[in-house]
């Protein structure tokens, strides 16, 4: 039996659409992406208020990046797991929920980055460095 090819979009610009779409899925449907939003906010103007150098961006950014993957990847998870069982059992929480400890251990993370890499600088502007 022959199986059929794999569905693909017709165009990138369509790809994009996709993408699009997926991006606003999980911003209308995730609560912890609003977090997720709020936190980022929070840094990269942190990093502007504080004139972070250029050379010190690119963890903060990464950082930023990983969480909302974890995040994006999390949503997919979870959408997967519920179309392939309805019902309640005891495997498809522990995807879920491992799914959910990857987006904390990426925000964990990403907090200590931002700690590590504006905190410094955050103590001098605010005069508590010694």
Do not use: C
């Amino acid at each position: 039996m022959e199986t059929a090819p794999p569905r693909r979009a017709p165009s990138r610009l369509r790809s994009f659409g996709h993408a699009l779409s997926g991006i606003l899925y999980v911003l209308r449907t995730q609560r912890n992406a609003w977090i997720h939003a709020v936190a980022t906010t929070i840094v990269v103007t942190l990093g502007l208020w504080l004139e972070t150098p250029p050379e010190r961006w690119p963890p903060l950014l990464l950082s930023i990046g990983l969480v909302w993957m974890a995040e994006f990847i999390n949503t997919a998870l979870e959408a997967i797991v519920d179309l392939a069982s309805p019902q309640h059992h005891r495997l498809a929480r522990v995807g879920k929920d491992v799914g959910a400890a990857a987006v904390l251990i990426a925000a964990l993370a990403a907090a200590l980055v931002g700690v590590l890499t504006l905190g410094p600088a955050l103590a001098e502007r605010l005069g508590l460095a010694r």
